[in-house]
């Protein structure tokens, strides 16, 4: 009978004192939110400007972000070589907010067709 109650009295102490602890904290949700929004296109012919991105593609980044985000789009053009070893290049740039979608974007069928036509005037 003692082995018995020793038995237990050892289970029963095990058992409260193996109970874990309630813990009480707070829980932290973090949010990432996105400002800007900046798309910058590198093209070495009129055909890349063609290929590289459809004015679809713009409207379809603009209609994913939050109202009121800065939107900028930039196309580098790279020309030839000059007489002094570097390489030419013209760029075009446009900033907007993601509300003002019409205005942007046909600020950037603008810049399109001038990175189309600073191609075809070089020839």
């Known amino acids: 009978m ?5 038995s237990l009295v050892l289970l029963l102490s095990i058992f ?7 813990l009480n904290g707070m829980v932290v949700q973090k949010t990432t939110k996105v400002e800007n929004i900046s798309i ?6 009129a055909m890349d400007v063609e290929n ?12 994913s972000s939050d109202d009121d985000e800065i939107v900028s789009f930039k196309i580098i053009c ?3 070589t000059m007489s002094n070893g570097k390489k030419s ?10 509300n003002a979608e019409g205005q942007f974007i ?7 067709t001038a990175a189309i036509n600073y191609y075809h005037n070089k020839d």
């Open 106 to 112: 046909k600020s950037v069928e603008k810049i399109r």
């Open 52 to 63: 590289s991105f459809k004015i679809e593609d713009i409207k379809k980044i603009i209609e």
């Open 40 to 45: 910058i296109v590198t093209v070495d012919s």
């Open 16 to 22: 409260s004192f193996g109970q874990s602890k309630s």
């Open 89 to 98: 290049n013209l760029s075009y740039k446009v900033e907007g907010k993601s």
């Open 78 to 80: 790279n020309g030839e």
């Open 2 to 6: 003692k082995n018995v109650m020793t």
